[in-house]
């Protein structure tokens, strides 16, 4: 069974640009979480999409969205870059509907702002 | 707030020195205890979940345990194989909404030396 898959792996860009990241979830998973990771705060949560609905979110400001296509894969988008925002973008899934159960996570995104 | 605190920040061992990493935790609503264990550049990989106090899980040289404040994760007989950062995070109830939002420590870094 194929895990989490995230593309690109790793990408450079320049402060003012923008991104868009891109997660395939483990088949027949429907939640999608995104996660932020880099060593100074660790894994931070971004938001959490189920049915194409961003069901939670984490404090992160507005230049960072997301969204869910009707096959579950996610994009997440971070507009306007700062420096700040080099890190691992790290993508998971989980099965079921409810609230409780474990993520399964892919390599990540390694983004890097100049 | 959820919050976790994991000691030490990092641990060296020899091979077949076992040891354990501890994981403390405050959270409104325990809804699971999580282990994960990350390799460099790579993405977080799932050990464990628990529920609740006094579960236990065992996973080849590993073992999981949960009390109402902390957790525990047992290595008996580390190989090299077994370095890696191991990470512990908590999934609450605050707010009663905690869809795909899991708060995780810092982690501990463990290094097992042949």
């Known amino acids: 069974k194929a895990g989490v898959t995230q593309t690109p792996r790793y990408l450079i860009k320049t402060r003012g640009q923008q991104v868009t990241l891109s997660c395939s979830p483990i088949s027949g998973h429907r939640s999608v979480s995104w996660y932020q990771q880099t060593p100074g705060q660790g894994l931070q949560f971004l938001f959490e999409y189920f049915s194409e609905t961003q069901r939670n979110k984490g404090n992160f400001p507005g230049r960072f969205s997301g969204r869910q296509f009707s096959n579950s894969r996610s994009e997440m988008n971070v507009s306007t870059l700062e420096l700040g925002d080099s890190a691992l973008y790290l993508c998971?899934?989980?099965?079921?509907?409810?609230?409780?159960?474990?993520?399964?996570f892919g390599e990540g995104s390694r983004l890097t702002v100049l | 707030e959820d919050q976790v605190t994991q000691s030490p920040e990092a641990l060296r061992l020899q091979e077949g020195e076992s040891s354990s990493l501890n994981c403390s935790y405050t959270v409104s609503g325990l809804r699971g205890l999580f282990w994960y264990r990350q390799d460099p550049g790579k993405g977080p990989e799932f050990l464990f979940t628990l529920y609740s106090a006094g579960e236990e899980k065992e996973k080849e040289r590993l073992k999981a345990t949960l009390t109402k404040k902390e957790s525990f994760l047992h290595i008996t007989a580390p190989k090299p194989e077994d370095s890696a950062t191991y990470l512990c995070?908590?999934?609450?109830?605050?707010?009663?909404?905690?869809?795909?939002?899991?708060?995780f420590g810092q982690g501990t870094i463990l290094t097992v030396h042949p």
């Open positions: 998971a899934s989980r099965a079921g509907t409810g609230t409780t159960g474990e993520l399964f």
């Open positions: 995070a908590v999934q609450g109830n605050a707010g009663g909404t905690s869809y795909g939002k899991l708060t």
